[in-house]
């Protein structure tokens, strides 16, 4: 399989490359260069299979021979081993026909370890093949920084830097990042808030000088292969609860665009799915959009789903390329008018199209909370904040009652502790296998916001 820009104006690449790669030259995103499929009898066959073998299955076409066949089935098993749950991504019942998808039992308890913890393999795998060794920088709120640490933590191929605001991540992230004590990991505390710090690292990749001395690489949620590797649960849940024989539908919390795309993925490789819900809290540019045909930037308000408080949902350009016919020098216009008007209008063709493929709806604060108080009154489970706007979305989208309705849930209630006990009165414990992350040593180094002074301490820290 070879990948290609949603531009239109960057080099074709193979699977290996793509994910080293990140962001095309272009600006675009990798894309594959067409849709592989999967037959009714291959997905019916996935019934009673590991988590693993399903993602061998579903993930082989797009990975070509970059990886062998026994090569990849080491990785899948070192990848899912540090998860809580022997299904990994297991199903828990909500109401008559409605589920979550718990995609919270990795190491940091938020569904970005499904991806990142293959990701840190795969690259570990691809790098000590070539003889190479990269720096991975990433800024975070919370969640992706330290599912990046856990993933790439003791790897002998990588240094990893996080750049976190300090002293604005909750305390459970922040210990996160700061405990684990492998060399090649490193928290880095950014006197300043998360947009310096995502402005650090676009100029550290701007440095090509620096870029090139270190090594720079991203595993940001563009990175195609984190969207491929989500794609897999969607088949795992669909075919517990019937499918291919019966549809489901899926309801996603979203803010990136990456985890709701990766189900259209899913549906794509020929997964039957019912809806596809696109499931946003108060920043709802993506609710916006299927609504009114309009994408326009507005300012980011802060919610107690801080994971999707996000304002430009950098894997929509995918679902566009889709959208324009994978036209890519359309999809570069567009772009070209969101940096310069902060807003740009679907054509008709793309409207209906979008509507045909997706569902959306949004929760407020307000039932946020109050869908977790009522889901732990009904079963005694107790969501997330996240996962519940998900809930919520379901319950404003469900059509027919026979469907299977599965929400995703994408964190561990105890990751948000004080916004799910002001909703149902209970402060969620951390599982057994973490529960002293409040007694372990923390490691950081405080750093102010200045390029040059990150810079060279990333390049004295990182192993040569
Ligand atoms: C990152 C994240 C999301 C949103 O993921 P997208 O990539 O934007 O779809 C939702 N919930 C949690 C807990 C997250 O960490």
Known sequence: MRYVSTRGAAPVLDFEETMLTGLARDGGLYVPESWPSLSAETIAGFAGQSYEAVAEAVMRPFIGDAFGEQEFRDILARAYANFGHVARCPLAQIDVNDWVLELHHGPTLAFKDVAMQLIGQLFEAA??????????????????????????????????????????????????????????????????????????????????????????????????????????????????????????????????????????????????????????????????????????????????????????????????????????????GLMEELSSKGAFTLSQGAREQLAEEFDSARANEAETSATIARIRRETGQVLDPHTAVGVKAAGDVRGDRATPMITLATAHPAKFPDAVEAACGVRPALPPRMADLYEREERLTVVPNDLGAIESLIRKARAT
């Open 127 to 332: 790098l000590t093949r070539r003889g190479q060794r990269v720096t991975i920088v990433g800024a975070t709120s919370g969640d992706t920084g330290s599912a990046a640490i856990e993933a790439f933590r003791g790897l002998d191929a990588v240094d990893v830097f996080i750049l976190y605001p300090h002293g604005r991540v909750s305390e459970v992230q922040r210990r996160q990042m700061t405990t684990p004590s492998e060399a090649n990991v490193h928290a880095l505390a950014v006197e300043g808030d998360f947009d310096d710090c995502q402005a650090l690292v676009k100029a550290m990749f701007n440095d090509f000088a620096f870029r090139d001395e270190v090594g720079l690489a991203a595993v940001n949620s563009i990175n195609w292969a984190r969207v491929l590797a989500q794609s897999v649960y969607f088949f795992t849940a669909a075919v517990a609860l019937g499918a291919p024989a019966r549809k489901v539908s899926f309801s996603v919390p979203t803010g990136n665009f990456g985890d709701v795309f990766a189900g259209y993925v899913a549906k794509r490789l020929g997964l039957p799915v019912d809806r596809l819900i696109v499931a946003t809290n108060e920043n709802d540019i993506l609710h916006r959009t299927l609504r009114t045909g309009s994408y326009t930037r507005t300012g980011v308000t802060p919610t107690i789903s801080p994971s999707m408080d996000i304002q430009v949902s950098s894997n929509f350009e995918r679902l566009l390329f889709e959208l324009y016919d994978r036209e890519g020098a359309a999809v570069a």
